[in-house]
C-alpha cells in the first residue's frame, strides 16, 4: 500500500524518515530527469513528486477540465492587412483579453515544418542516451542554452513531473556554440518567427486597447525573449503529481507551442478548462505584467499542465519581457487608459522587481499571483 505524506509533512518537506534535500539532490546528480525515471523502469512516482491534495487535480470530479463545454477563443489573423477585417481581428482578441486571457492563433506566419522541428528536435534531444544530454545539464543562469529538471528543485514543495530546456534570447541570439547542434537551425529559424509574429501582436494589442499602434512597441516592455521548452513524460500515477503547478505568467505575454498531447488547463469562470491543442495553432497568452499595464483591462490567468499517462507533452514557451536594458525600468498603467472614472489599480514597478519578487516569495512558483502585492486600488 502507497502511504501518502499528511499535507503538513509534504508542505515542510520533511517527515521523521525522509529527507527531502538528500533525494531532491540524488535526483539532481543522475543529469538524467523525469525521463530518466521513467527509463529507470519506475512504475511508483516518488515522494520528492508527490504534491499535496489542495494543489493536485480532482480527477474525477466535473469541474476539473473534461466535462465543460468551454473553449479556449480562436484568434485567425488571415486578413489582418486588410483595414476592415483588421478591425475584426482586434475586437477578436480584446475580447479575448479581456476575459480569458488566452487564445489559440491561427494563420500566424510560422510555417508548420517550422514548428514541428522545434517540437521534433526538443523530443529528440530528450531521448538520446542519458551521458549526452547529462553534458548540457546546469543550474547556471549564465549559459544561454541549459538542460535542468525543476528549477525550483531545492526549495519548492514538491517536484513536477517534467524536464526543461531553456534558449536565452535575452541579449539576441545566442553564440551558436552555446546550443547543441541539434537546436541550432529549428531554434534560431524559429525565433525569427516568432520575432515578427510579435510585433503584429505588439500592434494588434496596442488597438485592443485604443491605443495607437505602435504603443507597446515604443515602450519596449517585449524586447526580450527567453525561450524555455518543457518535455512532459508519461506518468505512472498521475493523481499523485503535477507537470506544471498552477501560476499566471510574470511577463508581458507568452506564445507557446504545443504538441498533439494536451494536458494544458486554464482557469476560467471558476473551472478548469482542457486547452484542446489545435493543429497548427499558437497559443498566447496575457502575462501578469500586461494586466499591470492595462490597469486590469486585460487578464493574466492561472493554468496548469496535468501529469498524464499518455505523453509525452512537448511545449515550447516564448516569455516576452522588457529587454535587458530596460530591466529597472519603471512601468506603471498606461496613462492613456487613465481618468477619473478609472484611477491606477498598481504602482509602478520594474521587471527586475516583479519577477525578483515572484521567485524568492516563492509564491508565484506554488501557485498564487503575486500580482495583488503591486495593487494600490481594490478591483472593480
Ligand atoms: C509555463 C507554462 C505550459 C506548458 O512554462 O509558464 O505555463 O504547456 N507552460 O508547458
Ligand atoms: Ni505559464
Known amino acids: 500500500m502507497q502511504i501518502l505524506p499528511s499535507p503538513e509533512e509534504s508542505i515542510t518537506c520533511s517527515g521523521p524518515h525522509y529527507d527531502r534535500a538528500k533525494e531532491a539532490k540524488e535526483f539532481d546528480e543522475t543529469k538524467a530527469g523525469v525521463k530518466g525515471l521513467i527509463d529507470s523502469g519506475m512504475a511508483k512516482v516518488p515522494r520528492l513528486f508527490i504534491h499535496p491534495p489542495q494543489n493536485l487535480p480532482d480527477l474525477s470530479s466535473d469541474t476539473e477540465g473534461s466535462a465543460t463545454d468551454l473553449k479556449v477563443p480562436i484568434i485567425d489573423m488571415m486578413g489582418c492587412q486588410d483595414s476592415r477585417l483588421r478591425r475584426d481581428v482586434v475586437d477578436d482578441l480584446r475580447r479575448a483579453s479581456e476575459t480569458w486571457g488566452f487564445f489559440q492563433i ?68 545566442p553564440d551558436r556554440e552555446a546550443v ?16 515578427k509574429l510579435k510585433r503584429s ?25 527567453r525561450i524555455v521548452s518543457h518535455y512532459y513524460p508519461t506518468c505512472p500515477e498521475p493523481e499523485l503529481t503535477l507537470g506544471t503547478i498552477n501560476h499566471s505568467d510574470a511577463t508581458y505575454l507568452t506564445l507557446l507551442l504545443q504538441n498533439h498531447h494536451g494536458g494544458l488547463q486554464v ?12 493543429p497548427g495553432a499558437i497559443l ?23 501529469a498524464r499517462k499518455a505523453g509525452p507533452r512537448v511545449s515550447v514557451a516564448c516569455f516576452l519581457v522588457p529587454g535587458e ?11 492613456e487608459l487613465l481618468d477619473e472614472d478609472n484611477p491606477p489599480m ?34 472593480k
Open 106 to 173: 491561427i494563420n500566424h506566419g510560422i510555417p508548420v515544418d517550422v514548428m514541428d522541428g522545434v517540437l521534433e528536435a526538443v523530443k529528440q534531444f530528450h531521448e538520446q542516451p542519458e551521458g549526452v544530454k547529462g553534458e548540457w545539464y546546469s543550474r547556471d543562469d549564465a549559459r544561454k542554452f541549459r538542460y535542468y529538471s525543476n528549477g525550483d528543485l531545492f526549495w519548492s514543495k514538491a517536484a513536477t513531473w517534467k524536464d526543461t530546456l531553456l534558449f536565452d534570447f535575452s541579449f539576441g541570439e
Open 180 to 195: 547543441p547542434l541539434l537546436f541550432r537551425e529549428p531554434v534560431f529559424e524559429y525565433e525569427k518567427h516568432v520575432e
Open 201 to 225: 501582436l505588439s500592434e494588434l494589442l496596442s488597438e485592443a486597447l485604443g491605443l495607437d499602434s505602435g504603443y507597446l512597441g515604443d515602450i519596449e516592455c517585449m524586447d526580450s525573449k
Open 267 to 278: 482557469r476560467h469562470q471558476d473551472q478548469w478548462v482542457d486547452v484542446s491543442p489545435v
Open 284 to 306: 498566447a497568452n496575457i502575462g501578469d505584467l500586461m494586466q499591470l499595464v492595462s490597469n486590469d483591462k486585460f487578464k493574466s490567468v492561472e493554468h496548469r499542465v496535468l
Open 325 to 335: 536594458t530596460q530591466m529597472s525600468k519603471p512601468y506603471g498603467p498606461i496613462k
Open 346 to 379: 498598481y504602482r509602478e514597478t520594474t521587471f527586475t522587481e516583479y519577477f525578483g519578487f515572484y521567485l524568492s516569495s516563492g509564491n508565484g512558483l506554488n501557485g498564487e499571483s503575486v500580482l495583488p502585492h503591486f495593487r494600490v486600488s481594490e478591483p
